[in-house]
Nanobody
Framework: VQLQASGGGLVQAGGSLRLSCAAS????????MGWFRQAAGKEREFVAC????????YYADSVKGRFTISRDIPKTTVYLEMNSLKPEDTAIYYC??????????????????WGQGTHVTVSS
């Protein structure tokens, strides 16, 4: 699975950004697609994802109500709409694909394929 993330940038607190992840192949039917992030000096953490079926979405508590994951199946692209951004959202954001999820709280270990990351900086 090849993943290409884009859309990061610099935004002021309270602003919005939309990240995109273009996936190759017949990805959506075979994988759960999601987003993680890694801030400087911290471990990579789960942000949001679809279930493999695409019927369910999961979010980290820290982004619930502010971030929305969506997808365009014909374009094999997953999006992360980020609103009401906070300085603590500053991180490198990675899209990822998992053959299956171990629970409703996905972890890095579930995901075997990763995009290259896109930087998001939120200024105060």
């Amino acid at each position: 699975v090849q993943l290409q993330a884009s859309g990061g940038g610099l935004v002021q607190a309270g602003g919005s950004l939309r990240l995109s992840c273009a996936a190759s192949g017949n990805t959506f039917s075979n994988y759960a697609m999601g987003w993680f992030r890694q801030a400087a000096g911290k471990e990579r953490e789960f942000v949001a994802c679809f279930s493999r079926s695409g019927l369910r979405t999961y979010y980290a508590d820290s982004v619930k109500g502010r971030f929305t994951i969506s997808r365009d199946i014909p374009k094999t692209t997953v999006y992360l709409e980020m609103n009401s951004l906070k300085p603590e959202d500053t991180a490198i954001y990675y899209c990822a694909a998992a053959p299956r999820l171990s629970s409703s709280r996905p972890t890095v270990a579930d995901f075997g394929s990763w995009g290259q990351g896109t930087h998001v900086t939120v200024s105060s």
